[in-house]
T-cell receptor, first 113, second 107 residues
């Protein structure tokens, strides 16, 4: 969706290295989400944040960390503790007022060198 | 947590055929969305439909919240409809996706 920017599009990580994926939005949405998608599978929730300076673990948070210092930004760090980080990572946003749909960025593909 | 099951997992159609995709969920939910994922991985919103019926061109969707299922109808399918269709439900801010239906439309 326009208004949600994920960068970079492709990212390569060496063993033992932390990497950070960027997600920025200009939609003024309150909530932001990070998902992981493995080949042939659905999306699984890593972390989500409903307001600034607050976030919750999703279903597969181990080996990942996030921060929400600004409403517009929700970076995801893939730490060296995540033993199988190769996947497609998608960021989503949603406004909190009323029941509103999620909107997605174009994703980042992370691979291990 | 909530379980979301989509069926069928794979569907192959001739161009012009109609199809119905199903999404079952295990608990009451606040929201339900249908997405189409194109070959480049982009997720396109199709419908936001926690209940009732909506139509958009050749696509329509119905959610029966009391019976915990949703249906996506594709009529007169085209090759550009190929891809993976996902159903996603939300409860108390947390989202759960099904594993998707992979649709292949042959010319």
């Amino acid at each position: 969706d326009g208004g949600i920017t994920q960068s970079p599009k492709y990212l390569f990580r060496k063993e033992g290295q932390n990497v950070t994926l960027s997600c920025e939005q200009n939609l003024n949405h309150d909530a932001m989400y990070w998902y992981r998608q493995d080949p042939g599978q659905g999306l699984r929730l890593i972390y989500y944040s409903q307001i600034v300076n607050d976030f919750q673990k999703g279903d597969i948070a181990e080996g990942y960390s996030v921060s929400r210092e600004k409403k517009e930004s929700f970076p995801l760090t893939v730490t060296s503790a995540q033993k199988n980080p190769t996947a497609f990572y998608l960021c989503a946003t949603r406004t909190w007022s009323g029941n509103q749909p999620q909107h997605f960025g174009d994703g980042t593909r992370l691979s291990i060198l | 947590g909530i379980q979301v099951e989509q069926s069928p997992p794979d569907l192959i159609l001739q161009e012009g055929a109609n199809s119905t995709l199903r999404c079952n969920f295990s608990d009451s939910v606040n929201n339900l969305q249908w997405f189409h994922q194109n070959p480049w991985g982009q997720l396109i919103n199709l419908f936001y439909i926690p209940s009732g019926t909506k139509q958009n061109g050749r696509l329509s969707a119905t959610t029966v919240a009391t019976e915990r299922y949703s249906l996506l109808y594709i009529s007169s399918s085209q090759t550009t409809d190929s891809g993976v269709y996902f159903c996603a439900v939300q409860l108390r801010g947390k989202s759960t996706f099904g594993d998707g239906t992979t649709l292949t439309v042959k010319p």
